[in-house]
């Protein structure tokens, strides 16, 4: 059983950063393929990022240059850098990890509860 847990969400102006945690208890991260999906109110929830137990890392084309996923093995923790926000980056973020499938596709057995980021124009 994998236990996840999400912070840093919050609100933030169109041009500036955030960096979304995803604390991890359960399995070592790199151990284990992990993404970040986003959900919109009225929209299916979309890939955003992912990190495979390889290293090798993924990414929506909206987010690419923007967005930075990483993991820090001692803290069990896995990140999302995320600059120069866009209005369109406004969602619920949620960490996910045991892929199913392909990385990219939401298919993943653990979720986290989500944290919202909101960026205002």
């Known amino acids: 059983q994998v236990q996840l847990v999400e912070s840093g969400g919050g609100l933030v102006q169109a041009g500036g950063s955030l960096r979304l945690s995803c604390a991890a208890s359960?399995?070592?991260?790199?151990?284990?393929?992990m993404g970040w999906f986003r959900q919109a109110p009225g929209k299916e929830r979309e890939f955003v990022a992912a990190?495979?137990?390889?290293?090798?890392?993924y990414y929506a084309d909206s987010v690419k240059g923007r967005f930075t996923i990483s993991r820090d093995n001692a803290k069990n923790t896995l990140y999302l850098q995320m600059n120069s926000l866009k209005p369109e980056d406004t969602a619920g973020y949620y960490c996910?990890?045991?892929?199913?499938?392909?990385?990219?596709?939401?298919?993943?057995?653990?979720w986290g509860q989500g944290t919202q980021v909101t960026v205002s124009s």
């Open positions: 990190r495979a137990s390889s290293s090798s890392t």
């Open positions: 996910a990890a045991g892929a199913r499938y392909l990385p990219t596709k939401p298919e993943y057995v653990y």
């Open positions: 359960g399995r070592t991260v790199s151990s284990i393929t």
